[in-house]
């Protein structure tokens, strides 16, 4: 029977000899001519994964979302929908221009953004939806454009936790007027902190990467009109999301693997839930989680106590936004139930079955006693 020598974490990456390569090449030629080498096939490579025009590479998906947001002309007086159960990032991203992040409900089932809901929070000064694909599992993007076609909205997907996630037939990012990921440590493919802005729209990307890159004048050098941002990825950082990037597919894989695993020992547990993949969907589960719907004599913070206790890692739930004291008079229902009830399971791609299932006793014997 297998038991942890150490803590079973909730993430971790898998770093080959292949990404060893590039990053020693990166740091012994990648300066001077080469100077952003890696930049580039970096990001050729990663526009052709998603399927779009053009991605910029970025120093962390949150200078992702705000270049897009800059790219987009979001300012000051307008508003932005945004479901509450996500990343603070999301939201602060809002302010950072100036605008107000409006929250709505997520779906119960899924954790993502409630198009019914959307509609209802639309008033004149919205200019734009941001549905985030939480945790790996994809939002409900037809309704979503719908909208935003009838009302004249922008789209930017929060998509910095779902790279290579797909919504019929396309991926995520390739679903929106602009899109943000993330390669911060824990995310499926890592460069420690880093992100990347995708887009198909000439114009948005050229503004993002003018923003984004301290707003530096096209021609005249060290000149200046506007107050950018330094959101810009490093070479070095370009040459391991490279090899990350060639290899996310086997990540894939790995995630789905993990949550099948979860699945197969969990699933028949009443009263709690599990990720969603809706039909057309295909979610990479970057986080294999449950939701606690019932009550089980315990609350889901004493739940993670005792897991830890065995050895088991987990994570809380991003929590419902409106709890902040920033936004605290806007409170959606299912976000309340999921954020405070939600727990991210250990999802690294190094997860071997024998550890899912010693995971997956501990848990039984908990919820079952
Ligand atoms: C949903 C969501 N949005 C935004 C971010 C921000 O990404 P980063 O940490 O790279 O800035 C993250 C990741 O941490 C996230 O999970």
Redesign the pocket.
Known sequence: MYKPSKTILTAGPSISSLELKYVMDAAKNGWNEEYDKYLQKFSEAFAKYIGVKYAWPTS????A?HSGLMAMGIGKGDEVIVPEI??V??ANVVEYVGAKPVFVDVEKDVWTIDPKDVEKKITKRTKAIMP?H?YGNVSDMDPINKLAKKFGLKVIE?A??SIGAEYKGKRTGNLSDVA?F???GA?IMVTG???MLVTNNADIYEKAKYWGNNAKHKTKAFWNDDIGYMYRMSNLLAALGLGQLERNDTFVTKKRKIFSWYKKRLGDIEGISMNVEKEGTKSIYWMSSIVLDKNFGFSRDELMMKLKEKKIDTRPFFYPLSMFTMWKEQKTPNAHHVGLNGINLPSGVNLKEEQIDYICNILRSILLS
Request: with cysteine; aromatic share 10%.
């Open positions: 962390s998906g949150t200078g979302l996500t990343f990032a999301s985030v939480i929060d910095c936790p943000a993330s390669f911060q995310k902190e880093g992100g």
